[in-house]
């Protein structure tokens, strides 16, 4: 214009990308989607409340954290459309000596063709990679992974599945990236074999050694008088 301010324009559209991760830990509840991105238009991966009428059977009933967890709609989502990524925002993990990975996850129900996959992937800028395959948990599942292939990288954190047509719909919850605890909790906790004089007691762990407490049903953990071993896994008591 002649007072030397140029016409107005617009309005226009656009997105500033999200700032890189820097501060630990970094955790996700999945109570909304900011900065993580599904890749595809059909927006596979959703938010629910454990329940998600609508979206097939069955579900978890409920989340791990918060009020809602992320899950993959299998139920409305089509095979023909291949496979369908979550992607977190980046993270740079040079503040962490020993970077680690946690959520919980839960895959109820059963799929007809095997097609009921979720990979868990990271790309560190030269495309994703494969760090784990989830089993098919029935029940919400801690899991825990190690990051450290990445220490003092920038990456992205991505969970990756396909449809089986909607027998079960994969959720996650509870998510943080923090140092590794220099004792890290054990999974896959299971007891068989038992008897009236002793049990199997059998847990996965890259540890080499324990504590294990023995407690009558109902009683808090630490409670005076418990029987307290130290052994590897397996231990047959």
């Given at each position: ?22 501060v630990f830990?970094?955790?996700?509840g999945?109570?909304d ?10 927006a596979?991966?959703?938010l629910?409340?454990?329940?998600n ?16 967890a992320?899950?993959f ?14 992607m977190s ?10 970077p680690?990975?946690?959520?919980d996850?839960v ?5 007809s063709?095997?097609?009921?996959v ?25 899991v ?5 292939a990445y220490a ?11 449809s ?11 998510l ?5 605890p220099?004792c890290?909790t ?12 002793g049990?199997?007691i ?13 407690q ?15 052994s590897?896994?397996?231990?047959d008591?």
């Amino acid at each position: 214009g002649a007072n030397g301010t140029s016409a107005w324009a617009g309005p226009f559209t656009f997105t500033t990308p999200c700032d890189v991760v820097t501060v630990f830990p970094y955790a996700q509840g999945f109570e909304d989607l900011s900065c993580w991105t599904n890749d595809n238009a059909s927006a596979a991966w959703q938010l629910g409340d454990g329940t998600n009428p609508g979206f097939g059977t069955p579900n978890p009933g409920s989340v791990t954290e918060g009020a809602s967890a992320v899950f993959f709609n299998s139920y409305n989502y089509s095979s023909t459309l291949g496979e369908s990524t979550l992607m977190s925002p980046s993270i740079d993990l040079s503040a962490l000596t020993v970077p680690n990975l946690t959520f919980d996850y839960v895959d109820a129900g059963t799929d007809s063709g095997g097609t009921d996959v979720v990979e868990v992937v990271v790309d560190n800028g030269t495309g994703a990679v494969v760090v784990a395959t989830m089993a098919k948990p029935q029940t919400w599942t801690p899991v825990i992974l190690d990051l450290s292939a990445y220490a003092n990288e920038t990456i992205k954190i991505g969970f990756r599945a396909s449809s089986d047509y909607g027998y079960s719909n994969p959720h996650i919850d509870n998510l943080k990236v923090a140092e590794a605890p220099s004792c890290v909790t054990p999974t896959d906790l299971s007891v068989s074999g038992i008897t009236s004089t002793g049990a199997i007691i059998n847990w996965v762990s890259d540890g080499t050694q324990f504590m294990i407490e023995i407690q009558p049903a109902g009683s808090p953990q630490g409670t005076e008088g418990c029987l307290l071993y130290t052994s590897p896994s397996p231990r047959d008591s």
